[in-house]
């Protein structure tokens, strides 16, 4: 167990963390409109800079941030992250059967800046709404798709192949609470 008693990888779940998700998601590239003028900082994952008042620039979540906590940017929120993108994303995944494509960390990126950026966020309350939405609509789907794998016609199956097929459920089940 981590220090915050977060559990974490390798300890009784192969999964990681919501905060170790949101860490690996902290090198995605955002926009960000510095309040400073900085030259070039020299980081382990690349350059970044020159930074210049009201000039936008990409920089890593991390580092957005952590300007961000200092006062000295404003962070402009991924597209996919206003309320209008979201509203569709959500519209759509109710329409279809299977999992719809989005960013690859939505939830963490999004999660991230509400807590660190929400004044940035132009109707925050409604996008962690719909963020929760899409989330909920996204875990039912992936529950109904194994219910409905549990009650397949297994006849025909050998009984190693019931008992490997049996254990998926459960071990998927066990992540997505």
């Known amino acids: 167990m981590s220090r915050s008693g977060a559990p974490t990888a390798g300890e009784g779940s192969p999964s990681l963390s919501m905060y170790e998700l949101e860490f690996i998601c902290g090198d995605t590239l955002i926009e960000i409109i510095p309040r400073m003028q900085l030259e070039k900082l020299h980081l382990v994952s690349g350059s970044c800079g020159p930074f210049r008042p009201n000039v936008p620039i990409r920089v890593p979540l991390w580092l957005a941030l952590t300007l961000k906590k200092r006062g000295k940017c404003t962070i402009r929120a991924p597209a996919w992250l206003s309320v209008e993108e979201l509203q569709r994303l959500v519209a759509e995944e109710r329409k279809e059967s299977k999992i719809l494509p989005v960013p690859f960390h939505y939830l963490e990126v999004g999660s991230l800046i509400l807590s660190g950026a929400a004044q940035d966020l132009p109707e925050a309350q409604r996008v962690r709404s719909l963020l929760e939405d899409l989330e909920n609509i996204r875990t039912a789907k ?11 016609d297994k006849s025909g199956m050998t009984v190693r192949r019931l008992h490997a097929v049996s254990a998926v459920p459960e071990v998927a089940l066990r992540h997505i609470r």
Do not use: C
């Not at 992936?142 to 397949?152: M, P």
């Open 142 to 152: 992936i529950k109904k798709h194994i219910d409905d794998e549990l009650n397949a």
